[in-house]
């Protein structure tokens, strides 16, 4: 073993006590070793690279993190040597739903496979074992989450995975306030609630603070020749009532007029970019003046694609990806071909057509919002067909760099923004004070957003382990 190896092996955590915190007190009461990351450049949004410098993990807290003047190890510590490699951040997704599957089993209304996945078991699996995308997350070096709409329990998956240093933080919106009625339920639980009028809108958002719940969702479609009046005053409703309980207003609108209107009701998070047509200077100046935050969501689109034309073409690594979910996704390319005729050449070029369409409008309104001095935050919809919990994350990077954005405003995006998005304070940056949550690269991210993808080790609440120990099975 050499002697990289060997130090590794000393400081991970034995597997029965990875659930645990394994930065804090010992079973006597005794505080917990320190732990120093030594050697690495460490790389924080929007100040300058540390070289050769030192991050020291406490109880699952930074305790320091500089250049070794600053921050000595302390003696006794469990030192890690990380020479020639780079500390970031653990990355932050601000856009999944654990109530999604990453395969059409999820999502019915995408493409029907009921008959063979029915969709009460479906679901049922996915609120007893949320544990393979906890894991997924982590292994791709994510360690923060905001599940922004999903059934009941998904708020019950904030206390699960906030102790357990092989899942994420999670925060959690609850069901969606939609406006219009959509079927993905179940006979005795509701992921999306059809908001009719002010009284059900006030009551559904007053359940939802009673419940301590992160965000209140809106799901803002507008189906052809809707009352587009009542639907804004439903919206509004629902603002009112949001910001009255000091919550915070997410709303999913994808198209310019729907945005707008949500910017004018008030919303503080928009977790779709507009993917119609080019933004405006009317929605500049809204989203400005509501401090809102972006998340532009690019690539969902694509995985959509992928299950219409039964062919997966991943754009990352699979290595996080647990066996189940990775057999279903692969899996696309035997389906059989839709009810009304073939996957024809002409329909898989119209396909590709459409998807490349949105990305150029996607991407080219993701920089004309950051370039005006909006908040961006990345995020991806994971658990839409095809958008894999976990690593889809980096691709979601990748084409955010394509658009125009510096490695390095990628990089904030995917840390700090996402943990405002959150609203989360103590997470990312790697700071005195702040959770012990970073991630150790074995390439430079400032020279290529994709080298986010090269990850040595994840530490989540002070406790060490590496991609290969914590990917699901």
């Avoid at 933080?169 to 999306?192: C, E, M, R, Y």
Wanted: glycine share 8%; net charge neutral.
């Amino acid at each position: 073993m050499n002697i990289r190896l060997a130090v590794l092996a000393a400081v991970l955590v034995p597997a029965p006590l990875l659930a645990q915190r394994a930065a804090g007190p010992d079973s006597a009461g005794r505080a917990a070793r320190p732990l120093a990351l030594v050697g690495a450049t460490l790389v924080n949004p929007g100040s300058e690279p540390v070289p050769d410098a030192v991050v020291v993990a406490v109880d699952g807290k930074i305790a320091c993190a500089g250049t070794r003047a600053a921050c000595p190890v302390p003696r006794g510590a469990r030192t890690v040597p990380v020479a020639g490699e780079w500390i970031i951040p653990g990355l932050v997704d601000a856009h999944v739903h654990f109530s999604q599957t990453g395969w059409v089993d999820g999502r019915p209304d995408a493409l029907d496979l009921r008959a063979r996945y029915p969709y009460d078991s479906v679901v049922a699996f996915l609120e007893r074992h949320p544990e393979r995308y906890f894991r997924a997350y982590v292994c791709s070096g994510i360690t923060a989450v905001f599940d922004v709409g999903g059934y009941p329990w998904t708020w019950g998956l904030r206390a699960r995975a906030e102790n357990d240093v092989l899942a994420p933080h999670v925060a959690a919106a609850g069901p969606l306030l939609s406006t219009v009625d959509h079927w993905i339920n179940l006979p005795f639980s509701k992921q999306i609630l059809w908001v009719t009028n002010d009284s059900v809108a006030r009551a559904d958002v007053r359940a939802h603070a009673y419940q301590g719940t992160d965000a209140i969702k809106i799901w803002y479609i507008v189906t052809p020749g809707a009352d587009t009046a009542a639907l804004k005053a439903v919206v509004r409703s629902i603002a009112d009532e949001t910001h009255r309980r000091h919550l915070r207003l997410i709303v999913h609108a994808t198209d310019l007029w729907e945005a707008k209107d949500a910017l004018r009701a008030g919303a503080d998070v928009l977790v779709h970019g507009v993917f119609d047509k080019p933004v405006d200077d009317e929605f500049i100046a809204l989203a400005l003046a509501n401090h809102v935050v972006y998340i532009p969501t690019i690539t969902v689109v694509d995985g959509y694609r992928q299950a219409r034309v039964r062919h997966f073409e991943p754009h990352y690594p699979l290595t996080c990806v647990d066996t189940a979910t990775l057999a279903r996704a692969r899996s696309a390319d035997s389906l059989p071909p839709p009810p009304a005729g073939s996957v024809t050449a002409d329909f898989v070029a119209r396909q590709q057509a459409l998807v490349a369409h949105e990305f150029d409008i996607g991407r080219a309104n993701l920089l004309a919002v950051y370039r005006a001095g909006i908040t961006v935050a990345a995020g991806t919809d994971a658990g839409n067909p095809l958008t894999l919990h976990g690593p889809s994350l980096l691709w979601e990077l990748e084409v955010m760099q394509q658009a125009g954005l510096t490695p390095a405003q990628v990089l904030a995006t995917a840390t700090r923004n996402g943990a405002l998005a959150m609203g989360r304070s103590d997470l990312g940056v790697v700071a005195q004070g702040m959770d012990a949550d970073l991630v150790v690269l074995g390439r430079d991210p400032l020279t290529d957003i994709a080298n986010v993808q090269d990850v040595r080790y994840v530490m989540r609440a002070g406790a060490l382990t590496t991609p290969q120990r914590a990917a699901p099975r």
